[in-house]
Nanobody, 117 residues
Framework: QVQLVESGGGLVQAGGSLRLSCAASGVFSAADNMGWYRQGSGKPREWVAT???????TYLASVKGRFTVSRDNAKNTVFLQMNSLNPEDTGVYYC???????????WGQGTQVTVSS
């Protein structure tokens, strides 16, 4: 069974930075896509960023230029470097990984990111 374990959330002041990590276990092949979603209080979960196995990245418009998603295929790990954080970035951040041939779509448990003004 695929499991995703996240780390790196916390409290930071506006303008600060955080780096999230997410490691997949229980599977030997690299995920086709890995990425991040977030959910603010009282808001629906929204997609933030995705990186393919080949390293192609896409971003939510509001984080482009501030956030960078990267991955280590050998370790099945995905990272999210978040710079110039603002209070609107506050929320629970969830890691996601998909293996299309296997039909697996895994989620992490979520990690809280709080940006104070």
């Amino acid at each position: 069974q695929v499991q995703l374990v996240e780390s790196g959330g916390g409290l930071v002041q506006a303008g600060g930075s955080l780096r999230l990590s997410c490691a997949a276990s229980g599977v030997f092949s690299a995920a086709d896509n890995m990425g991040w979603y977030r959910q603010g209080s009282g808001k629906p979960r929204e997609w933030v960023a995705t990186i393919t196995k080949l390293g192609i990245t896409t971003y939510l418009a509001s984080v482009k230029g501030r956030f960078t998603v990267s991955r280590d295929n050998a370790k099945n790990t995905v990272f999210l470097q978040m710079n110039s954080l603002n209070p609107e970035d506050t929320g629970v951040y969830y890691c996601n990984a998909r293996w299309y041939s296997r039909g697996d779509n895994a989620w992490g448990q979520g990690t809280q990111v709080t940006v104070s003004s």
